[in-house]
């Protein structure tokens, strides 16, 4: 008879990535939900081969401090509430504070960060779970670097579960147009491998956004 164990952190962090990153165009929703979170207004994204091998997001938002980098990968950890309570008034997308933590433990993560009120700049790296630099830097970015590459290369059973190439393309397509669409205000840079990057200017309050947003897809 089977005996009943407990399972180490590590591979329950594996499990719950699952739910959260079944493909790269989950992670990459959560990538971008947590930089508007943070009131970035502007985002320069690149993906290569279709988020497997990378996705990258650069914004100008808020930061995140030295000492709290490591704390932006833990399970459970966030910023958006404090009592259960909470929880009826939050007005971000994200709150539960499992994305990073999910992402992290299924991917090769390079974090690079900097709050505006601060004078270094923090940089941690976790590949698999697993935290292998976490250091200061007086380099100057103005906001998130997050760079997630070889997705699933450590779980590589669920590379068999993933659609066609163009499938996972379309994905990440729907991802990146719900965002610009409802988002008008945001600038959005986008680069799909060495393709020629989209450029989407911010369109001011009170114009009709969406529609011009919209006339701005067709042309891709």
């Known amino acids: 008879m089977a005996t009943i164990e407990l399972l180490d952190e590590h591979l329950i962090n594996q499990i719950k990535a699952g739910e959260v990153v079944e493909s790269p165009h989950s992670?990459?929703?959560?990538?971008i939900e947590n930089s508007i979170d943070a009131k970035s207004t502007e985002l320069k994204i690149v993906i290569k081969n279709n988020g497997l091998d990378l996705v990258q997001i650069r914004d100008n938002g808020l930061g995140i401090s030295f000492n709290q980098l490591p704390l932006a990968f833990a399970r459970h950890a966030t910023s958006k509430i404090k009592k259960f309570g909470d929880i009826y008034q939050v007005y971000s997308y994200g709150f539960r504070g499992e994305a990073l933590a999910s992402i992290s433990s299924v991917a090769k993560v390079n974090l690079i960060s900097q709050p505006e009120n601060s004078i270094e700049s923090g940089k941690i790296i976790i590949h698999g779970g697993e935290v292998l630099n976490h250091e200061s830097s007086k380099t100057k970015i103005n906001g998130t670097v997050i760079s997630v590459e070889n997705l699933f290369y450590n779980t590589p059973a669920r590379l068999k579960f993933l659609k066609s190439n163009r499938t996972l393309r379309n994905q990440l397509n729907q991802v990146i147009y719900s965002f610009i669409l409802t988002q008008p205000t945001i600038h959005f840079t986008i680069q799909f491998d060495s393709d020629?990057?989209?450029?989407?200017?911010?369109?001011?309050?009170?114009?009709d956004a969406r529609s011009l947003r919209a006339k701005q897809l067709v042309s891709i």
């Open 27 to 31: 992670m990459l929703k959560e990538l």
């Open 196 to 207: 020629e990057p989209f450029v989407f200017e911010p369109i001011k309050p009170g114009i």
